[in-house]
């Protein structure tokens, strides 16, 4: 009889059963608390973003001709779940930074620019713009419907292995001035393009 009145939990079946739903309402929870901070309206929740907003707006990947708009997650989140994750725990400083008051104001923001801008951009050197191409890639780009001037950059950057964010660094958010004695490096020894100078 004592042994008909054991508790269910004490049962393997039982108790690995409730394992694995316990993990999987676990998992689920965690991958909507994921994707819940992937989205434009959880990254400029901190007052130290709306700077970064408004200088976004003006950019061609707010507003433009075809009406497509870029997301913060879709230039600085990976897409793949590993990568994305990775991303996510790294974003843990930002959260530091946003308590710690390390760029609270807009000067201090303005201060801490080039740092982070080169960041950012030595990760998307890094991954070859993975980021960017989500939406860009050369293998499909139609090169004869560009203009003159983007046909002949893209194409002398496809041959040289160039990579998006080396010609486009300050392409969403205003490309910050070097520090001094730091030259940027002409783009083909023509004039940058309008990327380059934050427009």
């Known amino acids: 009889m004592a042994a008909r009145c054991k508790p269910w939990w ?13 993990g999987i309402v676990l998992f689920g929870s965690f991958n909507v608390a994921l994707e819940a901070t ?7 929740s901190c007052h130290t973003m709306k700077w970064n907003l408004e200088e976004f ?12 708009q870029a997301q913060c997650p879709d230039c600085h989140v990976p897409r ?3 990568d994305k994750l990775v991303a996510k725990i790294m974003a843990a400083k930002d959260v530091y930074h946003q308590f710690a008051g390390t760029i609270d104001t807009s000067e201090k923001f303005e201060a ?9 951009w030595a990760k998307m050197k ?3 713009s993975r ?11 139609d090169l004869e419907n560009q203009g003159s001037s983007a046909r002949k950059k893209h194409a002398r950057a496809m041959e040289k292995g160039k990579t998006c964010i080396d010609c486009h660094a300050g392409i969403a958010h205003k490309q910050p ?3 001094p004695g730091v030259v940027l490096p002409d783009i083909e020894d023509e004039p940058p393009a309008a990327s380059r100078r934050g427009g």
């Not at 801490?112 to 950012?120: C, E, F, K, L, S």
């Open 10 to 22: 004490k049962a393997p079946a039982c108790a690995g059963a409730v394992l694995i739903l316990v």
């Open 131 to 141: 980021e960017c191409r989500g939406c860009h890639d050369y293998q499909t780009m």
């Open 80 to 82: 793949n779940y590993g």
């Open 112 to 120: 801490q620019r080039w740092d982070m801008a080169n960041r950012v």
């Open 57 to 68: 707006k003006k950019t061609p990947h707010f507003k433009n001709p075809s009406g497509v």
């Open 38 to 44: 992937n989205t434009q309206e959880f990254c400029v």
């Open 126 to 128: 890094s991954t070859d």
């Open 177 to 179: 001035e070097p520090p």
